[in-house]
């Protein structure tokens, strides 16, 4: 069984893994932003029938799902399809002019009946918003870091019966219910 402080440092290290990992997506976005003002990137997955596409043009992200009403099934892997000017990327979602628009949120929907009968949908979410999703993990790590209040590893007391941790001893054990008021504890 693993002792509670190194549960304690196979966490704070698995914390800090998705501060990493949040980090390098946060980047990823950062540049696909900035990208998006000069060509528009597309990737897709599925086939005529029912696909998803991911775009970035303009500052937003197009979101397009089409579905010809049957059970969904998205065969295929992603692929990227050739890069496009930003601005036909954004027309092709059909958003029209809002002002939700004008600061990069939209949707739409539209009934096509080529090359399969179905429903297109578009969601347009503006860059920005994306990357603000994607930061939470390293903003978690980083303010537990540097705001947190201090508990040195030696602070850190263990209950002698069932190895529950704590920074403030309590009168007992929540777990187990040991006493913890004693001499070795204060």
């Given at each position: 069984?693993?002792?509670?402080?190194?549960?304690?440092?196979?966490?704070?290290?698995?914390?800090?893994?998705?501060?990493?990992?949040?980090?390098?997506?946060?980047?990823?976005?950062?540049?696909?932003?900035?990208?998006?003002?000069?060509?528009?990137?597309?990737?897709?997955?599925?086939?005529?029938?029912?696909?998803?596409?991911?775009?970035?043009?303009?500052?937003?992200?197009?979101?397009?799902?089409?579905?010809?009403?049957?059970?969904?099934?998205?065969?295929?892997?992603?692929?990227?399809?050739?890069?496009?000017?930003?601005?036909?990327?954004?027309a092709a979602a059909q958003?029209?002019?809002?002002?939700?628009?004008?600061?990069?949120?939209?949707?739409?929907?539209?009934?096509?009946?080529?090359?399969?009968?179905?429903?297109?949908?578009?969601?347009?979410?503006?860059?920005?918003?994306?990357?603000?999703?994607?930061?939470?993990?390293?903003?978690?790590?980083?303010?537990?870091?540097?705001?947190?209040?201090?508990?040195?590893?030696?602070?850190?007391?263990?209950?002698?019966?069932?190895?529950?941790?704590?920074?403030?001893?309590?009168?007992?054990?929540?777990?187990?219910?040991?006493?913890?008021?004693?001499?070795?504890?204060?």
């Open positions: 069984m693993l002792s509670g402080r190194r549960i304690l440092r196979v966490r704070e290290l698995f914390r800090g893994l998705m501060a990493i990992k949040s980090l390098l997506v946060a980047l990823v976005i950062l540049g696909l932003w900035g990208r998006s003002y000069f060509a528009g990137d597309q990737i897709r997955r599925g086939d005529a029938a029912q696909y998803i596409q991911l775009g970035s043009a303009s500052g937003s992200v197009i979101i397009t799902y089409g579905h010809d009403g049957n059970p969904t099934r998205l065969r295929g892997t992603w692929h990227y399809l050739a890069s496009k000017d930003p601005r036909q990327i954004l958003l029209g002019d809002s002002v939700w628009n004008r600061v990069g949120f939209g949707f739409s929907k539209e009934l096509v009946m080529w090359p399969v009968r179905g429903l297109m949908v578009n969601i347009v979410l503006p860059h920005w918003m994306i990357f603000l999703l994607a930061i939470p993990s390293a903003w978690k790590w980083a303010k537990r870091r540097w705001f947190s209040d201090d508990i040195a590893e030696e602070d850190i007391l263990e209950c002698p019966n069932c190895g529950q941790m704590f920074a403030r001893v309590p009168q007992a054990c929540p777990i187990c219910g040991q006493t913890l008021v004693v001499p070795e504890f204060r």
